[in-house]
């Protein structure tokens, strides 16, 4: 069973309905990419599985348990976490108060510390400003941060709402590594990007989306592929 | 009496506002609210400890206690009924209700206490005052009435003296609260960013109730010093201390708790110099001419945040 499936998903703003019924499935260990254009409905879907967003219909279980039923609150320490678009990092705070509020639902002193250190390793310049104030990071380190501090609830699974969105071409491709790496460390990962081409070429599976409905799927290499997607997302 | 008499019944007053203005500005900060409510918790608070008091079994120390408890259980069921239904409706909406919460509980107080004003007893009644006398070898310190009336410093009553250090204590306590406990990290996260500080499993509802609860335990606090140093209690006790506290909140920057103990402090200090040196009818009008002047030329207050500009 897939640790992720989502059944006939409906999502609207009030008369806006932005998911017209989705499904699909994140297996354990897979990097899925979910792309599509502006306003296709990429953050509602993810929204939605956090429980930001209420559905209208439709089902989302992760390990075998229904999120639809279950408070926002309650589902970081399932072992979902979420880095949501325009990273949204708490501004007012310093890096490691940040960091700490990513491990706001453990316990463990000890292992929120080795936590604390796995971060640091894997991001060198938030070390470096663990006592600066978020708000003045620049926009790369701030994606750093919103990925660490989803890394400091040690998930399962990790969903990234454009991480690429708005960095300089040298930080895009740092991301993607240690996206790749995350994954490669053992983490699920369901990535939504506009940068279809850099997506997909990480991701084992996608997902495209338009205006709400899933139109293709298939293994990342073939929809690199095909003619639509070409045409469609990747420029060419 | 001397400048620096002034001084310490105007910081005296102005601790009391800002023990207010903090839950004025607690609650704006999580709840982007103006719980217009507020000022009239102070009052809910004076009636508690009044009737507690007044009832011979109850030590005063317990009557403050019961006052508190009375206030915070008040606060997060208003908080429940009133405003959390709105959570999504327009800022007007949610201001018109807590316009109507202030009225209903004024007239609440108004249906079981009567109009008249009530002669609230000091919570530290048979304290003498300290005194602070100059004599040729110094500043010498007295606590009973000494005969030295033109070498006399400084009268600090017993009641000015316990605002001082209550609500300085309080501060200093909700200060390490909120920045050194998860709780307060919760707080400041949730009003920075509601649906972030959920991603992180940050229980918003019961942070926005810890906030109410907060407000107005520091309200019943307040009410219980102001009422006794200034003993005249009716149910329209707390609406010009609230106005005045909110005025505080603004002045140091609404949603900023450095900014509301500044402000608050400031604004009784201001108060009550100009009370002394230009007018007492004119006083309430300089402090309001302070925060326009202080809003002209920083619109967010003292300490108010600035927007961060996103890289
Ligand atoms: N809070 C909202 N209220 C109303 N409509 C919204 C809201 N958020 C998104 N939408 C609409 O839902 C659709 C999908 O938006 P979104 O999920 O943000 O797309 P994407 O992330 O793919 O750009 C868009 O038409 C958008 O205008
Ligand atoms: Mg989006």
Redesign the interface.
């Known amino acids: 069973m897939s640790m992720l499936h989502i059944e006939d998903l409906h999502v609207s703003y009030g008369a806006i309905n932005a998911i017209k019924g989705i499904s699909f499935d994140v297996d354990e260990g897979e990097i899925i990419a979910l792309i599509g254009a502006n306003g296709a409905g990429k953050t509602t879907v993810l929204?939605t599985i956090?429980?930001?967003v209420p559905p209208k219909s439709g089902s989302i279980v992760f390990n075998g348990t229904d999120l639809t039923k279950t408070?926002?609150?309650?589902?970081?320490?399932m072992g979902m976490?979420?880095v949501?678009e325009?990273r949204?990092?708490?501004?007012?705070?310093s890096v490691y108060?940040n960091l700490?509020?990513?491990a706001?639902?453990r316990k463990d002193k000890a292992e929120i510390q080795e936590s604390v250190e796995n971060v640091f390793k894997r991001f060198p310049r938030l070390k470096e400003r663990r006592n600066q104030i978020a708000?003045t990071?620049?926009?790369g380190e701030?994606q750093m941060l919103a990925m660490g501090?989803a890394l400091m609830?040690h998930p399962s699974i990790i969903l990234m709402d454009e991480p690429s969105m708005g960095l300089s071409p040298l930080y895009v491709s740092e991301i993607f590594d240690i996206i790749r790496s995350v994954n490669e460390s053992g983490t699920t990962v369901l990535l939504v990007e506009q940068n279809a081409k850099k997506a997909l070429s990480i991701a084992n599976r996608a997902y495209v989306l338009e205006t709400g409905n899933i139109v293709l799927s298939g293994d990342a290499k073939e929809l690199m592929n095909n003619d639509s997607v070409k045409k469609a997302y990747l420029g060419e | 009496m001397s400048f620096i008499q002034y001084l310490v019944s105007g910081l005296s007053l102005g601790a009391i506002y800002a023990l207010i203005a903090l839950g004025y500005t607690m609650v704006y900060g999580i709840a982007k609210m103006l719980n217009f409510a507020h000022g009239d918790i102070i009052m809910v608070g004076g009636f508690t400890a009044f009737t507690a008091i007044s009832s011979a079994w109850c030590p005063v120390w317990l009557s403050v206690i019961i006052s508190i408890v009375v206030c915070t259980v008040l606060g997060v069921v208003i908080e429940k009924i009133a405003y959390k239904p709105l959570r999504n409706a327009p800022p007007l909406a949610v201001l018109i209700t807590a316009i109507g919460v202030s009225y209903f509980l004024q007239n609440a107080a108004l249906l079981i206490f009567g109009s008249d004003s009530k002669n609230f007893p000091s919570v530290v009644k048979n304290a003498p005052p300290f005194m602070l006398v100059y004599e040729n070898s110094g500043v010498k310190f007295f606590t009973s009435p000494v005969d030295t009336a033109d070498k006399l410093l400084l009268t600090i009553s017993m009641e000015t003296f316990v605002s001082i250090v209550v609500s300085l204590v309080i501060m200093a306590a909700l200060t390490f609260f909120i920045n050194k406990t998860k709780a307060g990290k919760a707080m400041l996260a949730v009003s920075e960013d509601k649906g972030a500080a959920q991603l992180m499993g940050i229980n918003v509802n019961a942070t926005i109730s810890l906030t109410f609860a907060i407000g107005s335990s520091l309200a019943a606090v307040a009410g219980v010093l102001m009422c006794s140093s200034y003993p005249l209690l009716n149910p329209y006790t707390g609406s010009m201390p609230g106005i005045k506290a909110f005025v505080a909140a603004v002045f140091g920057g609404i949603g900023s708790i450095p900014g509301a103990m500044i402000g608050g402090i400031l604004l009784g200090v201001i108060e009550q110099i100009s009370k002394a040196y230009i007018s007492s009818q004119l006083s309430d009008a300089i402090v309001f001419m302070v925060l326009i002047i202080v809003l002209i030329f920083k619109p967010t207050g003292i300490l108010g945040k600035k927007i961060n500009e996103k890289v």
Do not use: D, N, W, Y
């Open positions: 929204h956090t429980g930001l408070p926002a609150h309650k589902i970081v320490s976490a979420h949501p325009g949204r990092i708490f501004q007012q705070l108060e700490m509020l990513g706001f639902t708000g990071l620049s926009g701030q501090r609830s």
